[in-house]
């Protein structure tokens, strides 16, 4: 008696077509509530549109340059959401979206305006009289619904990473021989490249942010945090270890992509200066190593070690887990600011070398093999690029969490 699946069996024809048909009812339900958000999504722009950009400029409360400080390109975008809601409505996703992807350069100047739009808006909500009334009496509009003008100004930047997830969904639905898919997978690509643009500026805003607050922080205007391609990475105390045998003394450091800054607390009889700091020297991390003298195991604390071209650091933590985080951060900035080794190869190498006899090979001593065989494995080592820093999140500690005057038993020991 034989027993082999039929048609209707667990690995026949009926259980590719269920697997089709879940495959369709996942995409119509993406499809649906793709064309469901991006009708409430023009309708939103629409009011931004209509109320403000067009309103605005038929009164002249603002300015030209300030009306493009604050709404960018949204009524470009508003101009490509309404032919792409086109395409959606009657089912046509490929063909819409790869319409759409040309025009993905408003949105590009759109996101990048967008930190500066947020700011020329608070600027004018708070000199503006005329531009803060007009805002109010809009927004209380029933059309609105409660919604704020700042809300509405970030929806493009969401919708975005909308797009990704809804672009991701349909084309993991639709069959590749589906003329579609190509389609729907060119516009997850371009997508994506918008969406990664967002993060990218998120990231440069943050860090000026980062750089802003420290430099804040700092006592006076001598000192310069804010610097082209400089990140902000941590900050924190550590006891600097003297040379000679007396008292180490906590610092405050804050460690940035290229250097090092090392600063004190300011008086606490400076009124105006009581909370900031006064920077003492800033080491360059270019041509810099660190190294842990103490702290491989899990005892308390440990020594850091950091060598720069023209000056040396002892940096001492009771903690650890902070102290290994220092390690890393500062192993990881300084990796990253290592030059690209390269090799050159000498001519005569890339030549034809002679053939050697057989007496010769045997005159050769095995030592000098040996060192060849060492040598060459030391320029496959040297030809071997760095590793590249991944950045974590930056670190940052209170400023009273100043170290505590403990350890007294490990920085005898490291003195003896």
């Known amino acids: 008696m034989s027993f082999s699946p039929g048609p209707s069996g667990p690995n026949g024809g009926t259980s590719i077509q269920e697997q089709r048909e879940r495959w369709e009812r996942k995409r119509s339900r993406t499809a649906r509530e793709l064309v469901q958000t991006e009708q409430r999504y023009c309708q939103q722009l629409e009011l931004v549109t209509t109320y403000f950009v067009e309103i605005l400029k038929a009164k002249g409360t603002l300015k030209q340059d300030m009306r493009e400080g604050i709404f960018s390109s949204i009524k470009a975008i508003h101009s490509v959401n309404q032919s792409l809601l086109v395409h959606l ?30 700011r020329v808006l608070g600027i004018q909500l708070k000199k503006n009289k005329a531009f803060r009334r007009f805002k109010k009496l809009q927004e209380a509009r029933p059309e ?72 804040k922080l700092l006592k006076g205007r001598k000192t310069k945090v804010s610097a082209a391609g ?23 450091f804050f460690l940035f992509s290229d250097m090092l800054l090392q600063a004190k607390r300011c008086s606490p009889l400076q009124f105006t200066n009581r909370d900031k700091f006064a920077g003492q020297r800033a080491f360059p991390l270019q041509d810099c190593a660190v190294e842990k003298v103490f702290g491989h195991t899990r005892s308390q604390g440990g020594l ?42 000498q001519r005569d190498e890339l030549c034809r070398r002679p053939l050697r006899s057989v007496a010769d090979d045997h005159n050769t001593p095995s030592g000098s093999r040996k060192r060849n065989v060492v040598s060459s494995e030391t320029n496959e080592h040297a030809q071997k690029p760095p590793v590249e820093w991944m950045g974590s999140a930056p670190k940052r500690m209170k400023q009273c969490d100043a170290p505590e005057h403990s350890c007294t038993d490990f920085f005898s020991l490291l003195l003896l």
């Open 89 to 118: 409505e009657n089912g046509y996703f490929g063909r819409g979206f790869d319409q759409m992807c040309p025009h993905l350069h408003h949105y590009n100047t759109y996101v990048d305006n967008i930190y500066n739009g947020r």
């Open 144 to 215: 609105f619904n409660n919604h704020k003008l700042e809300d509405l100004l970030q929806l493009p930047v969401q919708r975005i990473d909308q797009y990704k997830h809804f672009l991701q969904d349909l084309a993991a639905n639709t069959s590749p021989d589906n003329p579609e898919f190509q389609q729907l997978s060119r516009a997850v690509t371009a997508v994506d490249e918008v969406s990664q643009r967002i993060q990218n500026n998120r990231r440069c805003h943050e860090n000026h942010l980062q750089l802003c607050r420290v430099q």
């Open 230 to 252: 400089r990140w902000y990475i941590r900050e924190g105390w550590l006891k600097v270890v003297p040379r000679k045998g007396v008292d180490a003394t906590p610092k405050m």
């Open 304 to 345: 850091l070690s950091v060598t720069f071209p023209k000056a040396k650091l002892l940096l001492m933590s009771c903690n650890q887990e902070d102290l290994n985080d220092w390690y890393q951060s500062l192993s990881s900035a300084i990796g990253k600011l290592q030059p690209q080794q390269t090799v050159v190869h």
